[in-house]
């Protein structure tokens, strides 16, 4: 997802779609493996999570408010070094 043309591609569709600053909902699924990673890189009071079906992965949700485009890409890129994420 992050070559610069996707990049550019998300960036404007982003700016299209939100007035910045703007609550931007942000939805991850992980191996429960890797789940305290998710809480460690997001840090937040907000996040909410619950268990797969047969309890392997683990879903996240977190609305943050975001003043650009930059700010939610950089915390996109952030969270590809978590091994096994799927950003939704």
């Keep these: 997802m992050f070559d610069p043309d996707s990049v550019e591609s998300f960036k404007s569709s982003l700016d299209a779609y939100y007035t910045w600053p703007a609550l931007f ?12 990673q998710v809480i460690e890189m997001l840090d937040d009071p907000n996040l909410t999570s619950r ?18 485009s930059d700010e939610v890409i950089a915390v996109y890129q952030q969270m590809t070094r978590i091994p096994g994420i799927i950003s939704i």
Excluded: T
């Design 51 to 68: 268990p797969s079906a047969n309890g392997r992965y683990r879903a996240f949700s977190l609305e943050k408010m975001m003043h650009s």
């Design 25 to 36: 909902p942000f939805k991850f699924i992980v191996p429960i493996e890797q789940a305290n």
